[in-house]
């Protein structure tokens, strides 16, 4: 068996039975909600070129962030590391974006692929942006920061979502848009897809390791279905 760590080829492997997704920036568009949300107040401040420095400060501010929270998880400080970042999150109820031509990539794979979610949301806010788009049948099961003891970039939420799937953690891949989601999935042992569409950069995620690197989420079809589709994304 090809292990992820041993991969050479230029594309997903054939033994994938199980594809694992991160929510934010991934599924959820929430970085141009961010970048929105963000560009509202500095206007009211009358900040030179608001839009541009929404969007610069939010996409400098991910990567870091991301470590605190990692340190705060390894400190057991879990309630102080959720209370940090729910002022950024939308809570149920909000309009939860989908990823432009996440849903028809979905519909493509499911029935394919053991299809699961792996997020540090909590079971709420995944419940609520699933119901709202009509996803709820699409995932076999949702982890979520309730449902285990430690946080990405920890392997725990990937193996655990292998093990609720029945299915071997080298046979699944995670997708995700951030470093975090890329060394939580490798550290389990899984195979990588990092995605542009959210809020990491090509430049961390290729010094992360990630096995595939794609423009948009809505492309990973291409890299999975068998037949009538290009691979046009590069890959790592």
Request: aromatic fraction near 0%; avoid cysteine.
């Given at each position: 068996m090809i292990l992820p760590s041993m991969m050479t080829r230029t594309d997903l492997p054939d033994q994938i039975q199980a594809v694992l997704f991160d929510l934010d920036g991934t599924l959820m568009d929430t970085d141009d909600q961010a970048v929105e949300n963000l560009a509202h107040r500095l206007r009211r401040l009358r900040w030179p070129h608001p839009?541009?420095?929404a969007r610069r400060l939010v996409m400098t501010a991910e990567?870091?962030?991301?470590?605190?929270?990692?340190?705060l998880d390894v400190?057991?400080?879990?309630?102080?590391?959720?209370?940090?970042?729910?002022p950024m999150r939308q809570r149920p109820g909000s309009d939860f974006r989908i990823v432009a031509g996440?849903?028809?990539?979905?519909?493509?794979?499911?029935?394919?692929y053991r299809l699961a979610i792996v997020t540090t949301r909590g079971q709420e806010e995944a419940s609520a942006f699933l119901a709202q788009h009509h996803l709820e049948e699409t995932f076999e099961t949702v982890v979520t920061r309730e449902s285990t003891r430690r946080l990405k970039p920890h392997p725990a939420p990937v193996q655990h979502a292998a093990r609720l799937l029945d299915v071997p953690v080298e046979r699944c891949v995670m997708v995700g848009d951030?470093?975090?989601?890329?060394?939580?999935?490798?550290?389990?042992?899984a195979w990588t897809v990092a995605v542009l569409c959210g809020f990491g950069e090509r430049r961390e995620l290729e010094r992360a390791r990630a096995h595939l690197i794609l423009e948009q989420t809505a492309h990973l079809a291409s890299h999975l279905l068998p037949l009538?589709?290009?691979?046009?994304?590069?890959?790592?």
């Open positions: 839009d541009r420095t990567t870091p962030g991301n470590l605190v929270l990692s340190l400190l057991g400080l879990d309630e102080l590391a959720m209370s940090l970042t729910r996440v849903a028809e990539m979905l519909a493509q794979l499911n029935g394919r951030t470093v975090v989601d890329v060394q939580s999935a490798r550290r389990a042992g009538g589709h290009n691979n046009d994304d590069e890959t790592r």
